[in-house]
């Protein structure tokens, strides 16, 4: 459930747009997630639409595993910020482990599903970082827009 919500959750008319909310941390937080960022890139398209329509669903695709990950990696709650950029969109998700994420062997035969996502959010983003913090980490995505 969203405990926060900055700019309510819609993206400003400036040409530096932005919106940000934090989560509980709960398994449905997925969705709240995904479907800010939807709300978000709605908003956006309105002033700025995307180069190609698939920019918007890979967005919503990457929003939505990191959102995943922190869920199941993290304990606690979660914050997602979405900023406009030049010529993209720059997601952070910030979480409450100081563990950096890192690839898994992915092993399809084998049911259990996972290992996928990290490779996954590399292929899709234009840059992908992770800074540890004190108390949790960010993990700063960039896509093309």
């Known amino acids: 459930m969203a405990t926060e919500s900055h700019g309510g959750g819609k993206a ?15 398994f449905g937080d997925v969705t709240g997630a995904r479907l800010g960022a939807e ?8 002033s700025s639409p995307p180069a190609t329509p698939e920019y918007r669903d890979d967005i919503l695709l990457v929003v939505s595993e990191l959102a995943a ?3 199941q990696y993290a304990p606690g709650p979660f914050g997602v910020t979405m900023r406009k950029g030049y010529d993209g969109v720059h997601v952070t998700v910030s979480d409450t482990s100081t563990t950096a994420p890192a690839p898994r062997p992915f092993h399809p035969g084998k049911g259990g599903g996972g ?3 990290w490779y996954l959010i590399h292929t899709l983003c234009d840059q992908v970082s992770v800074v540890v913090r004190e108390d949790g980490k960010d993990v700063h995505v960039f896509l093309p827009w």
């Open 12 to 26: 400003s008319s400036e040409d530096n747009q932005d919106w940000e909310v934090r989560f509980d941390g709960g």
């Open 39 to 46: 709300e978000f890139l709605t908003q956006l398209a309105r």
């Open 69 to 71: 990950n922190a869920i």
């Open 115 to 117: 290992g996928i996502g």
